[in-house]
């Protein structure tokens, strides 16, 4: 499947067109569409372009099913609600050296890919968390990879915030690209 300079390729059999990932540009949080351009004649923040350019770039990527993080014995645990991605989060041990972020579980999970990225010689993709969601109860850890070199998919590193429990739900975007 090709959309501009990026090639997503399916990593599970059962997924189709319409479960490629697609533009940011399309996904804007309701709180920035909600918000007026200004107040009494005086501009907001969302006057300010960078903020909506950011958040307009790239590809989003979104959580294929229900995820439940909850605590047990061992600290927080994952689950998700389809088996078939049963391997999408998963739980990893503490990342040896890594800095935990500051208010962030010290356990680490990744999200797995379902799509590898071949991009054009010379292009490389960056992976970021989504941009300017703070609602989200995760910070993933950045990283730029050599999509002209390599289209498989990867993992991606990330916290949860400290003492969070509960459901992301299916269609939460996880990560940009």
Known sequence: LFRSHITFIANRHWLKEQDVPFPASKNIPSWFIKYN???????????????????????ML???????FYQNEN????SVSEKKYEDFCVKRGPI?????????DNSSFAWVGI????????????FINPANRFDLPFINTVGIIDTDNVGLP??????????W??????GTPYAQI
């Open 115 to 126: 799509w590898g990225i071949e991009t054009p010689k010379e292009y490389s993709c960056i």
């Open 154 to 163: 990867g993992s991606l590193p990330f916290f949860i915030t400290k003492g």
């Open 75 to 78: 600290g927080i645990d994952v």
């Open 96 to 104: 040896d050296g890594f800095p935990v972020p500051d208010g962030y």
């Open 37 to 59: 351009k200004s107040i009494n004649g005086s501009p907001t923040w969302k006057a300010c372009p960078a903020l909506l350019d950011i958040m307009m770039s790239g590809y």
């Open 62 to 68: 979104f959580t294929p099913c229900d995820i439940t």
């Open 165 to 170: 429990t509960g459901t992301i739900p299916k």
